[in-house]
C-alpha cells in the first residue's frame, strides 16, 4: 500500500492532477490538494469540513460500493460518481482511488474531469489534421472527382436524392434529383456547409446542433446511419419529411468523409395519416359499440319490475294493435299518458316489434337533463368544446343510429334547443359540440309526455313544428282507473317480481286485496301500485299483505273522476282530461295531507318532480288543503 507522511507530502501538494483524502468511515474528506479545490470550487478549509455524502447528494450507495471495490482490491476507478461544484453544476470526472496503509482507513482519490479530457483529444486530432495540410484536401478531393466521374450516369439517373460530403461537412457533389427537391442548384450547394444549408432546424422549429447530426456521425464513426423521421430545408424556406441513409467513404482506412441517399416520403406520411385518421375512426366506433353496450347493461339494470303490457281490459287490446300497426314503420310516435302508465313499456314494445330491434332502444329523460347539457347529451362534443370537456363524447342520437331513440318527458326540453332538435329530425344530420364535421344519423323516434303538448303551443312553450313532426302517430296510455280489471293481473306480475328481490315465499295476494286494489283510482298509476306492494310486503305478516290505502277514494267530492271512454275507444275532450289532471292531483293532496314535497308527497304519489306539480297546481287553480 502507498505510505505518505502526515501532510501527504509535495506530490500531493503540488500534483496539477485534483486528488482528495476520504475517510470512509466518518463519512469525511480528510484532506484536498489545491487542483481539488479549483476544480470542485471548495476552499480546502471547506473541503476539510465537508462529508463525502454532502459532495455527492443522493450517490450514498455509489460511494458505498465505490469504497468496499477500492478497500477489496486495493484500487479501483468509476465514472459513476458526480460531485457537485460550489455553484451547483454537476461534474463529469474519472475518480481513481487507492487505499492508504495504517490506521485509521484512509484512501487517496485522484479526479480527473473527463469533459477536459475530451477537448484534448480533438484538439489533437484537430492539430494532427492541420499538419496534413493542403496534399490531403488535394487527394480527397481527387477521390471525390473519381467517384463522380465514375458513377455520373447512376448519379444522374436515380430518383433519390443524392450528395457527398467530406470531412468537415462541405458539399462535393449532389445529383440532378437533389437539386429538385431541395430547390437549390449543385453550384450553389457544392462547397457549402450541408448541414447549415438543408438540415439545420428540426420539424418542430428548434435547432438541431452539428454535432447530432447523423449524417456527420458517419465520418466519424465510420458506421452506416440511417434515418426516418427528420426534415430537410428547401431554398423557399419550406420543409419536407425524409428517410436517408448516411454511408462513410474510406481509403486505406481512413475516414474522409459520406455519401448521403435520401428520398422525399411526404406522400407515404399523407398515407400513413390517412391510415391513422381510419384507425382513429375504427376506434371511435370501437368506443360507440363499449359504449351501446355499458347502456344496455345500464338499461337492463334500470329496467321495471313487470315485463310487457300486462293486462286484458279492452285499453290494452286497442293499445297492442295500435303496436302492430305502427311498429312495422319508421313513423315518429308520441306516447302520452299520466306519470307511471307505462309509456316506456309502450316504446320498448314497438322497438321489439320493428326492423330495428338488433339495433339499440336509447333512452333520455329529458327531465333529468340540465339545461347546458342537453346538446351535448343529445349530440354528444368534441374534446376541448367547454370546461370539463376531456375527451371525445358519443350523443344519444350516434349511439341510437340504426335503433330507435325514445325522448321521455319530451316536453321538458327548454324552447331554445328545440329548433335543433327538430333540424336533426328533418335532415337527418347533426354536428357535435366543439365540432365542425356533419354526421349522418338514421333513427326512429318515440317520444312520450305527460304534458298537454296543445297547451304547451298554445301557451308559446313548445313549438307547433316541432309538436306536428313529434304528432305522425299519437299513442295514449290509459290510467289505471281506466282499466281496473288489469289490476290484480298487474299487482300479481309485481308482488312475484317483489318476493323474489325481498326472498318472501310466502307472500300471496288474496281475493279481497285484489277487489280493494281494484276499487283504487291509483292516481300515480303503476309506479304508484308498485311502491304500494313493495310497501305491503315489507309490512306483511304470516304471509298476509298489509295495504295502507283510502277503502272511500270513489265517494267523495274529491273524488270527481271522469268516467272511461266507451268501448268504442272515444277519446277525452280536453275540458275532460283537465278535469281528470285536477281530480288526481286533488286526490294526491288529499292522500299526503297537503304535502307537495318530500318522501309521501303529492309529487311523489303521482311521479312527478315537486317544481313540475306546483306548475299545474298554479294552471289549474288548485290550491293546498
Not at 355499458?294 to 321495471?304: D, G, P, Q, T
Request: charged share 30%; proline share 4%; hydrophobic share 40%.
Amino acid at each position: 500500500m502507498l505510505r505518505l507522511s502526515s501532510d501527504y507530502g509535495s506530490a500531493f501538494e503540488e500534483n496539477r492532477e485534483a486528488m482528495l483524502v476520504f475517510a470512509p468511515l466518518d463519512d469525511r474528506i480528510a484532506d484536498a490538494n489545491p487542483a481539488a479545490a479549483r476544480l470542485l470550487g471548495h476552499s480546502r478549509a471547506a473541503l476539510r469540513a465537508m462529508p463525502v455524502s454532502v459532495l455527492h447528494p443522493d450517490q450514498r450507495a455509489t460511494l458505498v460500493v465505490f469504497t468496499q471495490a477500492v478497500l477489496a482490491k486495493g484500487r479501483w476507478w468509476t465514472h459513476a460518481l458526480t460531485p457537485h461544484h460550489r455553484d451547483g453544476t454537476v461534474l463529469r470526472l474519472e475518480y481513481a482511488a487507492c487505499a492508504l496503509a495504517g490506521e485509521p482507513v484512509r484512501l487517496l482519490v485522484t479526479l480527473h474531469d473527463l469533459d477536459e479530457r475530451e477537448r484534448r483529444r480533438i484538439d489533437a486530432e484537430a492539430e494532427a489534421h492541420m499538419r496534413a495540410g493542403l496534399p490531403e484536401w488535394q487527394r480527397m478531393e481527387r477521390i471525390f472527382r473519381d467517384i463522380e466521374r465514375g458513377n455520373r450516369l447512376i448519379l444522374r439517373a436515380a430518383g433519390e436524392g443524392i450528395y457527398g460530403v467530406n470531412a468537415e461537412g462541405v458539399t462535393t457533389f449532389v445529383n440532378p434529383a437533389a437539386e429538385r427537391m431541395l430547390g437549390w442548384s449543385s453550384a450553389e450547394l457544392v462547397g457549402k456547409d450541408m448541414h447549415a444549408t438543408v438540415h439545420h432546424t428540426h420539424a418542430s422549429g428548434s435547432h438541431y446542433p452539428h454535432h447530432d447530426c447523423p449524417i456527420y456521425a458517419a465520418f466519424r464513426d465510420g458506421a452506416v446511419h440511417q434515418v426516418d423521421d427528420e426534415v430537410f430545408w428547401r431554398r423557399d424556406g419550406t420543409c419536407f419529411p425524409v428517410e436517408y441513409t448516411s454511408t462513410p467513404i474510406r481509403e486505406g482506412g481512413q475516414l474522409l468523409g459520406a455519401v448521403i441517399v435520401f428520398r422525399d416520403v411526404s406522400q407515404r406520411r399523407e398515407a400513413e395519416d390517412q391510415l391513422r385518421a381510419a384507425l382513429a375512426e375504427v376506434d371511435s366506433l370501437r368506443e360507440r359499440l363499449e359504449q351501446e353496450n355499458a347502456y344496455l347493461k345500464e338499461e337492463i339494470r334500470a329496467e321495471s319490475h313487470h315485463q310487457g303490457l300486462i293486462g286484458r281490459s279492452s285499453a290494452i287490446e286497442a293499445l297492442r294493435h295500435q303496436i302492430d300497426v305502427v311498429a312495422g314503420t319508421d313513423a315518429t310516435v308520441l306516447v302520452t299518458g299520466e306519470s307511471g302508465t307505462g309509456k316506456e313499456l309502450i316504446a320498448r314494445a314497438i322497438h321489439e316489434a320493428s326492423r330495428r330491434r338488433d339495433r339499440p332502444l336509447i333512452r333520455v329523460n329529458c327531465a333529468a337533463i340540465p339545461r347546458d347539457l342537453f346538446e351535448s347529451e343529445f349530440f354528444g362534443h368534441a374534446r376541448g368544446a367547454f370546461t370539463g370537456a376531456l375527451r371525445d363524447r358519443i350523443g344519444r342520437f350516434e349511439l341510437a343510429d340504426g335503433g330507435t331513440l325514445f325522448l321521455d318527458e319530451v316536453g321538458e326540453i327548454p324552447l331554445d334547443l328545440q329548433g335543433k332538435l327538430l333540424r336533426v329530425l328533418q335532415e337527418r344530420q347533426f354536428e357535435r359540440v366543439g365540432e365542425e364535421r356533419t354526421r349522418a344519423v338514421d333513427v326512429r323516434l318515440i317520444a312520450a309526455t305527460n304534458r298537454d303538448l296543445k297547451e304547451e303551443v298554445r301557451r308559446g312553450r313548445f313549438r307547433e313544428d316541432l309538436y306536428f313532426r313529434l304528432n305522425v302517430f299519437p299513442i295514449a296510455s290509459a290510467p289505471l282507473r281506466e282499466r281496473r280489471e288489469d289490476v290484480p293481473l298487474i299487482a300479481q306480475h309485481v308482488l312475484r317480481a317483489t318476493a323474489r328481490r325481498l326472498n318472501r315465499a310466502d307472500l300471496r295476494l288474496t281475493e279481497a286485496d285484489a277487489r280493494r286494489l281494484t276499487r283504487y283510482d291509483w292516481p300515480g298509476n303503476v309506479r304508484e301500485l308498485e311502491n304500494v306492494i313493495e310497501r305491503a310486503a315489507i309490512l306483511a305478516e304470516g304471509g298476509r299483505l298489509r295495504f295502507d290505502l283510502p277503502e272511500a277514494r270513489g265517494t267523495g267530492p274529491e273524488a270527481r273522476v271522469i268516467a272511461p271512454p266507451a268501448a268504442t275507444g272515444r277519446p277525452l275532450t280536453e275540458e275532460e282530461r283537465r278535469t281528470r289532471a285536477r281530480s288526481e292531483i286533488e286526490a294526491a293532496l288529499h292522500m299526503s295531507g297537503g304535502r307537495i314535497f318530500g318522501a309521501g308527497g303529492a309529487a311523489e304519489l303521482l311521479g312527478l318532480k315537486p317544481t313540475t306539480l306546483r306548475s299545474r297546481m298554479k294552471v289549474l287553480g288548485i290550491r293546498r288543503f
